[in-house]
T-cell receptor
């Protein structure tokens, strides 16, 4: 079975541009999580969904960030406009509702110049 | 809120040395506890977990015991290998069935031959 799939793996963009990160969770998993990892702040939970519904978005840094999950097999994290301080590795993870074990994707390394 | 504190890294050991990475937590109630490992260029993957006091999680020669009296979940391995070089994250799940995980900042381990 394929693991969590993220695309792109690397993204380099200029300040002010829109960035869209994509995630396909493991089939049958109905919880999905977006994390951001930086050297300074470590691993931060941005938002998570249960059954496609956002449950907790308290980690989303500001209105420039938005996340959607239109169906059980796809989610996006969008940054508009992007800023250099958004440079980080963004991970998507999925799990079954009620199961604490999360499966992580390989991450998207975002660089905003 | 709930939090996890890990020993600061980096940790550098020689092959076959004994490893301990300390982890303590602050939480209301009785969370489940986890160790995740992140190999270079990859996402996090679950290494072991414990769901109640005095439980011992183990995998690939690694062990950790859930100590409620000291609110600790220290990771140990008797003889490390070069292939164990990675970043190790301690985490807890909030009680009450929440799928959210609270992660420590991670400890980078380098094992030299």
């Amino acid at each position: 079975d394929a693991g969590v799939i993220q695309s792109p793996r690397h993204e380099v963009t200029e300040m002010g541009q829109e960035v869209t990160l994509r995630c396909k969770p493991i089939s049958g998993h109905n919880s999905l999580f977006w994390y951001r990892q930086t050297m300074m702040r470590g691993l931060e939970l941005l938002i998570y969904f249960n059954n496609n519904v956002p449950i907790d978005d308290s980690g989303m840094p500001e209105d420039r960030f938005s996340a959607k999950m239109p169906n059980a097999s796809f989610s996006t994290l969008k940054i508009q406009p992007s800023e250099p301080r958004d440079s980080a590795v963004y991970f998507c993870a999925s799990s079954r509702v009620g199961d604490n074990e999360q499966f992580f994707g390989p991450g998207t390394r975002l660089t905003v110049l | 809120g709930d939090s996890v504190t890990q020993m600061e890294g980096p940790v550098t050991l020689s092959e076959e040395a004994f490893l301990t990475i300390n982890c303590t937590y602050t939480a209301t109630g009785y969370p489940s506890l986890f160790w995740y490992v992140q190999y270079p260029g990859e996402g996090l993957q679950l290494l072991l977990k414990a769901t109640k006091a005095d439980d011992k999680g183990s995998n690939k020669g690694f062990e950790a015991t859930y100590r409620k009296e000291t609110t600790s979940f220290h990771l140990e391995k008797g003889s490390v290998q070069v292939s164990d070089s990675a970043v190790y994250f301690c985490a807890l799940s909030e009680q009450g069935g929440s799928e959210k995980l609270v992660f420590g900042k991670g400890t980078k381990l380098t094992v030299n031959p």
